[in-house]
């Protein structure tokens, strides 16, 4: 349990579906007024920054423990409790007396399985939206199984799942349709995620914006193709960059037999990556990613947020070679 007796109690959280879906739960099954730290997609150093100390509880769900290694050392040293929901790479990783840890990197997991697990599957729907978003549609499905679902509610939490995502992506926050404390504050108001469906604002306004973003895909062709993997490098566009992960999962799963790339450029003269590795036992994607300064991820799915432009040529043949080995 996480509820601190006498400091605060601080939930920090990636902003996409998988985030958001693992700190709901939880907050369902805890209630608490909390302080939330989170952001887009690739903000994913949210421990850097934050300011906790001896008595505070921290719960931190969908963020890379190696990304923030350092921060948690300082924090755990300073008396902080800490609750810990993740599935990306950790080789980092430590005991420590503060810290309760839940991890696993196997490909058909996610951080809202963790802790729906962890729950004794108190909250299995959402763990399924957070699944859907995270493109574990197997795991999904399997959950879904198991509780019965029809295929139309199952179609439903795919469809929450994807859009919840959707809103994570952008350069800043600026790109999103909403700020994903926003989304969640919407988000927990809803115990049900089919009354969310119905009823909420929010996702009718990221059903519309995702169908208008995609829209551009249509015209789109692959910037180069190879046995094994296919990249794609998107325009210099807002659109681009918030369908550019969905897009990835798109690619992904209308070819599985291919490892996918998809480059979108930043404002500053450089690019940020999504990877999907169609065999994330033999070729990882995290491996693949932590070859450069600011990869990173799990075996099945990774990025680098910061690829400078003069090294784009060198990331593409790397790329090839890597996932045609």
């Given at each position: 349990?996480?509820?601190?007796?006498?400091?605060?109690?601080?939930?920090?959280?990636?902003?996409?579906?998988?985030?958001?879906?693992?700190?709901?739960?939880?907050?369902?099954?805890?209630?608490?007024?909390?302080?939330?730290?989170?952001?887009?997609?690739?903000?994913?150093?949210?421990?850097?920054?934050?300011?906790?100390?001896?008595?505070?509880?921290?719960?931190?769900?969908?963020?890379s423990f190696d990304q923030n290694i350092h921060s948690i050392r300082q924090l755990l040293d300073?008396?902080?409790?800490?609750?810990?929901?993740?599935?990306?790479?950790?080789?980092?990783?430590?005991?420590?007396?503060?810290?309760?840890?839940?991890?696993?990197?196997?490909?058909?997991?996610?951080?809202?399985?963790?802790?729906?697990?962890?729950?004794?599957?108190?909250?299995?729907?959402?763990?399924?939206?957070?699944?859907?978003?995270?493109?574990?549609?197997?795991?999904?499905?399997?959950?879904?199984?198991?509780?019965?679902?029809?295929?139309?509610?199952?179609?439903?939490?795919?469809?929450?799942?994807?859009?919840?995502?959707?809103?994570?992506?952008?350069?800043?926050?600026?790109?999103?349709?909403?700020?994903?404390?926003?989304?969640?504050?919407?988000?927990?108001?809803?115990?049900?995620?089919?009354?969310?469906?119905?009823?909420?604002?929010?996702?009718?306004?990221?059903?519309?914006?995702?169908?208008?973003?995609?829209?551009?895909?249509?015209?789109?062709?692959?910037?180069?193709?190879?046995?094994?993997?296919?990249?794609?490098?998107?325009?210099?566009?807002?659109?681009?960059?918030?369908?550019?992960?969905?897009?990835?999962?798109?690619?992904?799963?209308?070819?599985?037999?291919?490892?996918?790339?998809?480059?979108?450029?930043?404002?500053?003269?450089?690019?940020?990556?999504?990877?999907?590795?169609?065999?994330?036992?033999?070729?990882?994607?995290?491996?693949?990613?932590?070859?450069?300064?600011?990869?990173?991820?799990?075996?099945?799915?990774?990025?680098?947020?910061?690829?400078?432009?003069?090294?784009?040529?060198?990331?593409?043949?790397?790329?090839?070679?890597?996932?045609?080995?």
């Amino acid at each position: 349990m996480s509820l601190s007796a006498n400091g605060r109690d601080i939930d920090v959280f990636n902003g996409d579906a998988d985030g958001i879906c693992a700190v709901h739960q939880w907050r369902l099954a805890y209630p608490a007024d909390t302080e939330l730290v989170t952001g887009a997609k690739r903000d994913i150093s949210l421990l850097q920054n934050l300011s906790a100390s001896y008595g505070d509880s921290v719960n931190v769900f969908d963020i890379s423990f190696d990304q923030n290694i350092h921060s948690i050392r300082q924090l755990l040293d300073s008396g902080v409790k800490m609750t810990y929901f993740d599935h990306h790479s950790a080789n980092t990783r430590f005991e420590h007396p503060g810290l309760t840890m839940y991890w696993d990197d196997d490909p058909k997991v996610c951080s809202s399985v963790l802790v729906n697990n962890a729950l004794g599957r108190q909250y299995s729907e959402w763990a399924i939206v957070g699944a859907f978003g995270d493109n574990l549609s197997n795991t999904a499905r399997k959950l879904a199984t198991s509780l019965g679902l029809s295929e139309y509610q199952v179609g439903q939490l795919c469809e929450l799942g994807k859009l919840l995502n959707y809103n994570a992506y952008g350069e800043s926050l600026a790109d999103l349709h909403f700020h994903p404390a926003l989304l969640y504050a919407e988000m927990s108001q809803y115990k049900d995620p089919f009354q969310m469906i119905t009823e909420a604002s929010a996702f009718r306004t990221l059903q519309r914006g995702y169908h208008s973003d995609q829209l551009y895909l249509n015209s789109l062709n692959p910037t180069e193709t190879g046995k094994d993997a296919i990249l794609y490098v998107l325009p210099d566009q807002s659109w681009a960059r918030r369908i550019s992960g969905e897009f990835a999962n798109q690619l992904a799963t209308d070819n599985p037999s291919k490892s996918c790339a998809v480059i979108v450029p930043k404002t500053n003269s450089a690019f940020v990556v999504s990877i999907r590795s169609a065999m994330p036992d033999l070729h990882p994607a995290n491996t693949f990613c932590g070859r450069f300064l600011t990869g990173g991820g799990r075996r099945s799915a990774g990025g680098v947020n910061i690829l400078p432009a003069s090294e784009l040529d060198h990331f593409v043949r790397l790329f090839f070679q890597y996932f045609s080995e």
